[in-house]
């Protein structure tokens, strides 16, 4: 069956502009994390959505990150006057229910600000 | 957990033997752990999970342990082979209303043939 699908899978970008990342989670899944993964890190947690609401948005870095999950399936990630820190990998996760539930993640989107 | 930067602590195994990843977790609060595998250019996989209540939990060749007094958990791989390859994170997870997950910084392992 399908898996998490990312698009774009590289995305390179320049400094201040603007960015959309597209996450198709696993059909059914209730839940949909977002992660950035820095060269040599662990995922570090940004955001949680529960169906179409967002449950934990604690780890967003700063007002230029945001995300939206408008039907409760597609989720997009968007960056605001990127910067060239925020070079990553944007990773994206679903989990068939909330809470302590295996997360199946994509392949990523490679973000690049230069 | 804490992050290593470019430089992941390394296991390196002869294919056969068995492999044991440690890892510390942070927070009292965690009631479900989990162990992912990372492989280049892919997102991290699940292996197996265990919760709070619980301290040992066995898969396919893998065994996870849960020591909660120090805040300890381990991944046992049994007779590793070259498939296993890897960087390999734990994973802490809480309630925050909604279910926060937090990884360590990732062990490799090199398997040796």
């Known amino acids: 069956g399908a898996g998490v699908s990312q698009t774009p899978s590289n995305k390179v970008t320049e400094k201040g502009k603007y960015v959309e990342l597209r996450c198709d989670p696993i059909?059914?899944?209730?839940?949909l994390y977002w992660y950035r993964q820095s060269l040599g890190q662990g995922p570090e947690f940004l955001i949680y959505?529960?169906?179409?609401?967002?449950?934990?948005d604690s780890g967003l870095p700063n007002d230029r990150f945001f995300a939206v999950r408008p039907e409760g399936s597609v989720s997009t990630l968007k960056i605001q006057r990127t910067e060239r820190g925020d070079s990553a990998v944007y990773l994206c996760?679903?989990?068939?229910?909330?809470?302590?539930?295996?997360?199946?993640f994509g392949p990523g989107t490679r973000l690049t600000v230069t | 957990g804490e992050s290593v930067g470019l430089h992941l602590p390394t296991l390196s195994v002869q294919e056969g033997d068995n492999s044991i990843i440690n890892c510390a977790y942070s927070?009292?609060?965690?009631?479900?752990f989990i162990w992912y595998k990372q492989e280049s250019g892919k997102g991290p996989q699940f292996i197996i999970d265990?919760?709070?209540?619980?301290d040992k939990r066995q898969g396919q060749r893998v065994t996870v342990l849960l020591n909660k007094t120090v805040k300890h958990l381990s991944l046992q791989i049994a007779a590793t082979q070259p498939g296993d390859s890897a960087v390999y994170f734990c994973a802490e997870s809480f309630n925050t209303g909604g279910f926060k997950t937090i990884f360590g910084a990732g062990t490799r392992l090199f398997v040796k043939a």
């Open positions: 996760a679903s989990s068939l229910k909330p809470g302590p539930y295996e997360q199946y």
């Open positions: 927070n009292s609060a965690s009631d479900y």
């Open positions: 059909s059914g899944h209730t839940a």
């Open positions: 265990i919760r709070s209540n619980m």
């Open positions: 959505f529960q169906g179409t609401g967002a449950a934990d």
